[in-house]
């Protein structure tokens, strides 16, 4: 499972988009990037999933770059409720779904 | 249709003493997995079930078990409880036959204090 890279913390204020990029220098051929969310006191929940150029739900955009070694989940216009911890992960999900490793991942602050 | 439910979503043990944690999965879910999480960090993967069977493991010691039964509800047993063994216990559930996408759902975690 490559090892991943994001910062410890985020600030910003609602209306704004907020950017998370994750660095994964040893990512391989058959492996994905996901991206977790967790409210305190909860467990995470699925956000988006990548493997290249981008992807865009009704929640989030992932970017990931032609070399694959990191990519940035996007958040438009975000919401006091957006408060939570971000985790990024990189697996095959075909050889290692269901075992999941998580980092500290990013918690991000969204004041008014 | 409901979620992953665990049971109890808290709890309080003294140490040596030994725990049962419970999970029903997602419906239409055939595959549990647990994780540790630890006050400040990201989960830790414990095992996974499967058909009945633990498919994977992480680095936990053997005072860590599990069980999936025949409706696919999944325990966490953990004998001989340490300080360190407080923490949040999570439980993911999928369906091994679907997209692999690797997407799990999770249910709220039942918090385990040792005293």
């Known amino acids: ?112 | 249709d409901a979620g992953v439910t665990q049971s109890p979503t808290h709890l309080i043990k003294t140490r040596g003493q030994q725990v049962t944690l419970r999970c029903s999965p997602k419906s239409g879910h055939d595959t549990v997995s647990w994780y540790q999480q630890a006050l400040g960090q990201g989960p830790q993967f414990i095992f996974q079930y499967y058909e009945e069977e633990e498919r994977q493991r992480g680095n936990f010691p053997d005072r860590f078990s599990g069980h999936q039964f025949p409706n696919y509800s999944s325990e966490l047993n953990v004998n001989a409880l340490l300080l360190g063994d407080s923490a949040l216990y999570l439980c993911a559930s999928s369906d091994y036959k679907g997209t692999n996408t690797g997407e799990l759902f999770f249910g709220e975690g039942s918090r385990l204090t040792v005293l």
């Open chain 1, 1 to 112: 499972l490559a090892k991943t890279t994001q910062p410890i913390s985020m600030d910003s204020y609602e209306g704004q988009e907020v950017n998370i990029t994750c660095s994964h220098n040893n990512i391989a051929t058959n492996d994905y990037i996901t991206w977790y969310q967790q409210f305190p006191s909860q467990g995470p929940r699925f956000i988006i999933q990548g493997y290249k150029t981008k992807v865009t739900n009704e929640v989030a955009s992932l970017f990931i770059p032609a070399d694959r070694k990191s990519s940035t989940l996007s958040l438009p216009r975000v919401s006091l409720s957006d408060t939570a911890v971000y985790y990024c992960l990189v697996g095959d999900p075909t050889d290692s779904w269901g075992k999941l490793q998580f980092g500290a991942g990013t918690q991000v602050v969204v004041t008014p």
